[in-house]
């Protein structure tokens, strides 16, 4: 279904039925992951992807579904959970690291174009898909951004897979920064309704929350959520931020931004309402098929 240039995304409408955009919404309103992105193009210290049923966290899906499979998903997932008006495709890999998303929201759109359309990404390659993914319907977008400082995030990101090479470091890290907010700024252009996520690092990034909020609202970013660390991989020696941190961090930011205080950490493959029963198991059960993470 092709999409007319313009800021034809409404935000206020969007969030009453958004369970990630609003906190009415949250409660009374599902959501579908699918996981068709097998694949990351980055490294994050905190990060450990996994294909498993056991832990609820992002990054994790009991396994890949192929995007030729995603319209039938959506239907048995609809009859599990009528409520469901958003489908969002956030992982277990970046959504942007393969074609898999997008060919994804393609055939959704064209099956079911009044379901939401979102999906998170680490946002390196945003602003070279943004076309495609506005002409796909996708009317939500979330970008992890978790520095704008270059040194700050080489902290936090091992490395990155860009045009064919590798970069580490600060270098990584500035073209990183650099592309996600050409992403944010471009999307928004074309209409779509921008979250940014930040994971609260203490020690690392905690003191420059309110500096990534400043700017991703002036990139265009409409929302703004802010996430615990869970101790994990590279990072499994800092200790998760406490309700005080995450609390300070949240006020200082909305004097730049609104921001989004439900978030759930929800699973790549997670199904119905948040907080509620995930009917994840009962969507997929043990049919999906078991791939290998890569990164690049």
Same mark, same amino acid.
């Given at each position: 279904?092709?999409?007319?240039?313009?800021?034809?995304?409404?935000?206020?409408? +969007?969030?009453?039925?958004?369970?990630?955009?609003?906190?009415?919404?949250?409660?009374?309103?599902? #959501?579908?992951?699918?996981?068709?992105?097998?694949?990351?193009?980055?490294?994050?210290?905190?990060?450990?992807?996994?294909?498993?049923?056991?832990? !609820?966290?992002?990054?994790?899906?009991?396994?890949?579904?192929?995007?030729?499979?995603?319209?039938?998903?959506? #239907?048995?997932?609809?009859?599990?959970?009528?409520?469901?008006?958003?489908?969002?495709?956030?992982?277990?890999?970046?959504?942007?690291?393969?074609?898999? *998303?997008?060919?994804?929201?393609?055939?959704?759109?064209?099956?079911?174009?009044? +379901? /939401?359309?979102?999906?998170?990404?680490?946002?390196?390659? +945003?602003?070279?898909?943004?076309?495609?993914?506005?002409?796909?319907?996708?009317?939500?977008?979330?970008?992890?951004?978790?520095?704008?400082?270059?040194?700050?995030?080489?902290?936090?990101?091992?490395?990155?897979?860009? !045009?064919?090479?590798?970069?580490?470091?600060?270098?990584?890290?500035? /073209?990183?920064? #650099?592309?996600?907010?050409?992403? /944010?700024?471009?999307?928004?252009?074309?209409?779509?309704?921008?979250?940014?996520?930040?994971?609260?690092?203490?020690?690392?990034?905690? !003191?420059?929350?309110?500096?990534?909020?400043?700017?991703?609202?002036? *990139?265009? *970013?409409?929302?703004?959520?802010?996430?615990?660390?869970?101790?994990?991989?590279?990072?499994?020696?800092?200790?998760?931020?406490?309700?005080?941190?995450?609390?300070?961090?949240?006020?200082?930011?909305?004097?730049?931004?609104?921001?989004?205080?439900? $978030?759930?950490? $929800?699973? *790549?493959?997670?199904?119905?309402?948040?907080?509620?029963?995930?009917?994840?198991?009962?969507?997929?059960?043990?049919? +999906?098929?078991?791939?290998?993470?890569?990164?690049?």
């Amino acid at each position: 279904m092709a999409r007319n240039n313009g800021n034809n995304r409404d935000f206020s409408h +969007l969030s009453k039925l958004h369970p990630c955009l609003s906190k009415d919404a949250h409660s009374n309103f599902g #959501r579908i992951h699918l996981p068709v992105s097998p694949a990351c193009n980055i490294q994050c210290r905190f990060c450990k992807r996994d294909c498993n049923n056991k832990e !609820d966290r992002p990054g994790v899906a009991s396994g890949i579904l192929a995007p030729k499979d995603a319209v039938e998903t959506i #239907r048995k997932a609809l009859e599990l959970c009528p409520q469901i008006t958003v489908v969002g495709i956030a992982g277990p890999g970046d959504t942007l690291a393969t074609t898999h *998303a997008i060919e994804t929201f393609k055939l959704v759109d064209e099956v079911y174009p009044e +379901l /939401i359309k979102c999906m998170s990404t680490n946002g390196l390659l +945003l602003y070279k898909y943004a076309r495609e993914l506005y002409e796909a319907g996708v009317d939500t977008i979330t970008v992890t951004v978790n520095a704008v400082d270059p040194y700050i995030q080489s902290r936090i990101t091992s490395y990155i897979a860009y !045009d064919g090479k590798i970069y580490f470091g600060e270098e990584a890290a500035k /073209i990183l920064i #650099r592309n996600q907010l050409k992403g /944010i700024t471009v999307m928004s252009k074309l209409g779509v309704i921008i979250k940014v996520n930040s994971v609260l690092i203490p020690g690392i990034n905690d !003191d420059h929350i309110e500096e990534i909020a400043k700017t991703v609202k002036e *990139a265009g *970013a409409e929302l703004y959520n802010i996430i615990p660390l869970i101790p994990q991989h590279d990072l499994s020696h800092i200790p998760a931020p406490t309700c005080e941190q995450l609390d300070r961090a949240r006020i200082l930011s909305e004097k730049h931004i609104e921001v989004f205080r439900h $978030c759930k950490h $929800c699973r *790549a493959d997670a199904c119905g309402i948040p907080g509620k029963e995930d009917l994840s198991s009962k969507l997929y059960g043990s049919h +999906l098929n078991l791939e290998t993470f890569s990164h690049g």
